[in-house]
């Protein structure tokens, strides 16, 4: 095995772990409460989905790859410089759906690129261990904490699953301290 197909399967191996850590803290929420903020401090979890693909195509597709833009009139809305927690509610979101169907669109893509690449031939910010390919996964295992904390909230409902694997319906609900 060649040191690129080292890079390449753990580069795969991380993106693929903080991808199904995603995808396992929004499927047990219903799309009613992934749109809705539970808190001014949060972003719905609908744009953290969205804002995670997006970092993902900016950074490893276009930076890296070189790609044009697969939906250049979304940026703006996911940029979290331009946007407060609080606002985002407002702004024109994708929809649970469409976030789902973008972040899988532009995985596929990613992976397609990875499988391609020659990190030999990348230099500067883009390579693997200086930016670009190291953002992508890092970015993405940051929010992994989003889902935890709005899930700790007492408004919303959860279908965990359970010790035998399968989804327990219930609501999850702040303790008093002490």
Do not use: C
Request: glycine share 10%; no cysteine.
């Amino acid at each position: 095995m060649t040191e690129n197909d080292t890079l390449r399967e753990r580069i795969a191996a991380e993106l693929a772990a903080a991808r199904d850590r995603t995808t396992l803290l929004t499927t047990v929420v219903d799309d009613a409460d992934l749109v809705r903020q539970h808190s001014p401090l949060m972003s719905p979890l609908v744009w953290d989905l969205a804002h995670v693909a997006n970092q993902e195509e900016l950074w490893l597709l276009r930076e890296v790859g070189g790609r044009t833009p697969m939906h250049p009139e979304i940026d703006p809305l996911y940029d979290a410089f331009e946007h407060p927690r609080a606002k985002r509610p407002s702004l024109p979101l994708l929809q649970p759906d469409e976030a789902r169907s973008y972040g899988h669109e532009v995985r596929g893509r990613v992976m397609d690129l990875l499988n391609r690449i020659d990190f030999n031939r990348i230099e500067g910010p883009e390579a693997p261990r200086q930016g670009g390919w190291g953002a992508g996964a890092p970015h993405a295992g940051g929010h992994r904490g989003v889902g935890p904390r709005g899930l700790a909230l007492p408004t919303i409902p959860t279908r965990l699953p359970g010790r035998d694997g399968r989804a327990t319906a219930g609501r999850r609900r702040r303790q008093p301290p002490g």
